[in-house]
């Protein structure tokens, strides 16, 4: 039997775990890591090379020299307070009104959804993710043994219609419903200020409490902003942001906006998974908040991405056959790829490889591992000229597949 193997979202590499791709695909995958010539649009790696290495030292240095002694010491496993203090003004940023005392700090939002399914999910408890969904949340759901209602999305995020006869069926009600509502993990999609309204209204009749995931809302390059639920005034959402896209993945900082029943069973979990976050991480992020230079880089990461994708997309519409489609992300750092159904991109990932170029297989972002004609590519990390030739690269490999398929009769 295979091993089973699980995708890691932040590098882009798959390591043994759960049954998300074809052993012969993670060999392939894992021996081209590290390989300059391979273009890989594989990871949801932000762009960072834009972070001045002068700013980064200044403030470093402001927190070595002024804090010493707290930066290298434990800290309050529910966080420092006035990095809580200055993740309420990011969040104001997107018009959610927040209370210190409802923040919790976490090692990344991942952290937060792994002591979320820890908290609400018992084996066969029901959940409701959408589909696609985001990986990290299904692999930190999937030890705890959820069922998982899969509602699918289109352009307009959630299919509330559907959602609405899935929460009907139930015989019990969902533990949570996750959602990224804005430029969707792996869809791009942004949900309808229509579908939140209906999503937020299903969540009241039924009781179900909202996992919002927003690591992206920020990154907005085109359109009109659209509010977080939790701005909505709905008391029954959980909130996670993070760091991570707007400043530095590696400072690993995230955090949880909760009701304070929710609160203290996360600080209770969190205390046993870790003690606390690192404080030196945290007083960085305090100081990096409160020069104002996370404003100064989403506002140099917006046109960036914004070529990016447009180069992605430009890319796509030269170089990838008739019967394809895409979403057209305003915002974030992915966007998803529809191939016409007879094709298998589980089974094309390690021919993409041969030819130096590397995406994440649509399989990964189901739970029932549905969605082999998907892929999702990431235009954040590589540069123009490098999503122009891996496209390239990637139209080659898919025509090739489509003519095989052809000659075989297995195009129905």
Known sequence: MSPEITFDP???????ANALLRSSAIRDLMSVVGRHDVISFAGGLPHINGLPPEELGSVLASVVEEGFAEAFQYGETEGREPLKAALVEVMAAEGIKADPDHVLITTGSQQALDLLGRIFIDPGDP?????????GALSAFRPAGPSVVTVPLDDEGIRTDLLAGELERLVERPKFIYVVPTFQNPAGVTMHPRRREELLVLAEQYDALIIEDNPYGLLRFEGEP????????YANIVYLGTLSKIVSPGIRT?????????MERLAMLKQGADLCSPTLSQMFAEEY???????????????????????????????????????RPQGGLFLWVTLPRFLDTEKMLPLAIEQRVAFVPGTAFYADGSGANHMRLNFSFSSEDQIAEGIKRLGKVIR?????????GLDA
């Not at 959940?127 to 990986?135: A, H, K, Q």
């Not at 509010?227 to 909505?232: C, D, K, M, W």
């Not at 230079?293 to 796509?316: G, V």
């Open 10 to 16: 932040y590098t882009g590499l798959y390591s043994e």
């Open 226 to 233: 659209v509010g977080p639920l939790a701005s909505s005034g």
């Open 127 to 135: 959940i409701v993710m959408e589909g696609p969904t985001y990986v």
């Open 400 to 408: 090739k597949e489509i003519e095989l398929y052809r000659s075989l």
């Open 289 to 327: 908040i409160r020069r104002g230079l996370w404003l100064k880089n989403l506002e140099n990461l917006k046109p960036i991405y914004h070529a990016r994708r447009d180069a992605m997309i430009q890319a796509l519409e030269k170089h990838f056959p008739e019967g394809s489609r895409w979403t």
């Open 254 to 262: 995230g955090w949880v906006l909760a009701p304070p029943p929710i």
